[in-house]
């Protein structure tokens, strides 16, 4: 097992992929998730990916949703890519300012309402951090 095999399976054990998604999609829409070296791209249906030439990446409906969209969220939530474990927008909201979230967002490469939602959640956050306090 490589460094990078051995790290995903650190992060999935520890918690580290315990996103509170609570049924949002919103990474799911026109993303660009790509395969890992360290993952086996034949589990999934891929495609190239548009900003990586050589890369693979998930495939998407005509929509530009993800193929493993479905009406009531991932269908591969248990065998989904690295790169879908990580996706916090919390994450995204606390390390990008919203010029560069819009300047992302012009450009095609990011939603602006995942980076929205991220500052909703960490506010909701805080906002219990603050009620359980004395």
Excluded at 36 to 51: N, Y
Excluded at 99 to 109: E, F, H, I, P, V
Aim: hydrophobic share 30%; with cysteine.
């Amino acid at each position: 097992m490589n460094d990078m095999a051995l790290a995903h399976l650190y992060r999935r054990e520890s918690g580290v992929y315990d996103v509170p998604c609570n049924g949002c999609t919103l990474c799911c829409h026109n993303d660009a998730i790509r395969i890992l070296p360290h993952e086996d791209a034949s589990k999934w249906q891929t495609e190239p990916h548009d900003r990586m030439p050589g890369a693979r990446m998930l495939a998407h409906k005509p929509n530009g949703d993800c193929v493993y969209l479905g009406e009531h969220g991932c269908t591969i939530q248990h065998d989904k890519p690295q790169q879908c474990r990580e996706m916090d927008c919390r994450n995204i909201a606390q390390a990008i300012s919203y010029t560069q979230a819009r300047k992302l967002a012009a450009d095609g490469r990011m939603r602006i309402e995942i980076w929205r939602r991220g500052k909703e959640l960490l506010a909701q956050a805080k906002e219990n951090n603050d009620a359980d306090r004395p």
